[in-house]
């Protein structure tokens, strides 16, 4: 009788280790988002790399956002890392646009494992309902990294393990 007690009890921990592993990713707020319309994306990093504390913070943006937004945190300084697109394109209030927001870093803090933090992007969203924005996360730390960059693949059964953050574009403002 112990060995199923303990056998159901190492199984319990198992799932609650696994629970928390999948909910301690980086993850973006709101989950979904009117297509073709501004948004405050809110990136939370809910801890460190394996106890060490966060020092940065890269995000990638997706194919389709021609405007991007970082705020600006103290203690933190921001960077902006641009890419020219292959073709102008017709940005937010009739501008054409020739450079896009590639990535944004956040450094600084440190940021405790034990604390969390949010880091903000106003972003222009594309029209693109019914699809998935993806935004690969590299948290850096005093020691070691945290990719939180996989895209999970059609037909994938299995969730990810280190998901990117994704934001869902729905129809409507």
Not at 19 to 33: E, F, I, N, W
Not at 35 to 47: K, N, Q, W
Request: proline letters at 9%.
């Amino acid at each position: 009788m112990s060995g199923s007690w303990l056998g159901s009890a190492i199984a319990a921990a198992a799932a609650m280790v696994s629970c928390s592993a999948a909910l301690a990713h980086v993850t973006v707020q709101p989950a979904d988002a009117p297509a073709d319309s501004y948004a405050h994306l809110t990136f939370t990093v809910p801890h460190g790399c394996n106890g060490s504390a966060t020092t940065a913070l890269r995000i990638k943006l997706p194919e389709g956002i021609l405007s991007a937004k970082p705020q600006m945190k103290p203690g933190w300084n921001v960077e902006i890392k641009s890419r020219k697109l292959k073709a102008p394109a017709q940005g937010p209030h009739g501008k054409t646009i020739t450079d896009v927001v590639d990535e944004v870093v956040w450094r600084g803090g440190p940021l405790p494992d034990n604390l969390y933090d949010t880091f903000g992007l106003v972003v222009r969203l594309p029209d693109r309902a019914g699809q998935s924005l993806y935004f690969p996360a590299v948290q850096e730390c005093e020691q070691g990294s945290q990719r939180w960059t996989e895209i999970p693949q059609a037909g994938q059964a299995d969730k990810p393990r280190t998901p990117a953050p994704v934001v869902r574009l729905k129809a409507g403002r």
